[in-house]
Structures are given as C-alpha cells and as structure tokens.
C-alpha cells in the first residue's frame, strides 16, 4: 500500500511511499502482542525492592520479660513480625524480572502492532528531518504544523538523532524513539505514530 508523505510543515510533499504489506498490512496476532507487551513491561522492572526480615531489624537482643508468671503471651524479642517495629514476614528480595522472548515472536508483535495503526489510519511518514540545535519551540511547531498537539504521539527516527530527541523529550504526550528500538508496547501506547521516511526503509529492512 502507499501512504502520502508530509513535510514538517503539514503540507504533502506530493510523493508517496510504499508500506510493505508483509510488515504494514500484515493479520494481527493478538496473543504474540500480549506476550512482547507483558515482556517489555516486565524487563522495565528494575527489581531492587527488599523488606528487613526480623533477623534484619536492629534491636531485639534481649527477652522482653520471663517466658512465665506475668499472664500475658510468650516473647523472646521486640522485633517479632506481629510487633510494631518488627521485621516483616515473607517481604520483597530483590529479583530479576526479566523475560525473553523468541527472535520470531518478537518480530510478528512489532509487525501485528504496526498493522493495526495502519488499519486505522493512525500511522504518518513525514520527510527526513533534523534541527540544528535542539529547540523544543520548533519542536512544538511541527506538532502544530501536523495537527498533533495534545495528542500521544512516537515519533520513530531514522537513526540516534540527538538534537530531536532533545528537542521534544521535555513535551508531554511525545516520546521519541530510534527505527531500530521500535517495540509493540511503544507503538500501541500512543494515539498516533510519526515516522520519518528513511525509517521505514530501516523497519522494511528489520522485520521484512
């Protein structure tokens, strides 16, 4: 299929690219999406949370008072789980949550994720663009120029461009990513994607 492809300013270009129906037009695996999304989420955990157990907690060296005589319950320290201060029973330890996935699985969700923006018309290719500097005010004038603003929109570049990541990395509902680092969760968390037209050829290249 061909898609029109924009300038920075909203106007088309007048030329057309052509999306690879193996990768844009492609019958979504809703199951293979759920397991990439549910990995990508779980990769993102850093898994640094821990509770001091009651062999952890300071204090506690001494019995409180003699096992018999004063009518009350049994207690061999002040820090037993069940007192105020005490340690805690069965806490978090720290852990890896990292989950991998098969090369093929991965590949089929960030085809099934992009051919669902392609299906509902929630996919735009707009001219290779750069800044020379980074500007958040040009940024947020091409969102105005492509009728973006207040939307969430990935814009996917073609490369590690610096100056337009850190052009639009302070505006909310914009996150911008490399070609190359384009996963399903990314592309189905937001409203719209932006991709500039050497990226396609790098995902055409990736996933074909």
């Not at 999406?33 to 009651?54: C, F, M, P, W």
């Not at 201060?85 to 098969?102: A, D, E, T, V, W």
């Not at 850190?166 to 996963?183: F, L, P, T, W, Y």
Request: charged letters at 30%; hydrophobic letters at 35%; aromatic letters at 8%.
């Amino acid at each position: 299929m061909k898609v029109d492809v924009y300038k920075i300013d909203g106007t088309k270009t007048g030329d057309q690219i052509e999306l690879n129906d193996s990768v844009f037009g492609a019958e979504p695996n809703d199951h293979v999406i759920y397991l990439s999304v549910k990995a990508y989420l779980a990769n993102q955990r850093q898994g640094t949370h821990k509770a001091k157990e009651r062999n952890e907690v300071r204090g506690g060296g001494k019995k409180p008072w003699r096992q018999k005589g004063r009518g009350v319950a049994r207690a061999g320290t002040t820090r037993s789980p069940l007192w105020v201060g005490g340690g805690r029973i069965f806490g978090p330890k720290p852990r890896n949550y990292r989950q991998k996935l098969n090369k093929k699985v991965n590949v089929l969700a960030r085809i099934s994720a992009l051919s669902y923006k392609t299906k509902s018309e929630q996919l735009m290719v707009v001219d290779d663009f750069n800044f020379d500097a980074p500007k958040t005010k040009e940024f947020v004038k091409m969102l105005d120029a492509l009728k973006l603003n207040g939307k969430k929109a990935l814009f996917v570049t073609n490369g590690n461009l610096d100056n337009v990541y850190k052009s639009g990395r302070n505006i909310e509902k914009v996150r911008i990513i490399d070609a190359k680092n384009v996963n399903a969760y990314e592309v189905l968390n937001n409203q719209i994607v932006v991709m500039q037209k050497g990226a396609v050829e790098t995902i055409h290249g990736m996933l074909n």
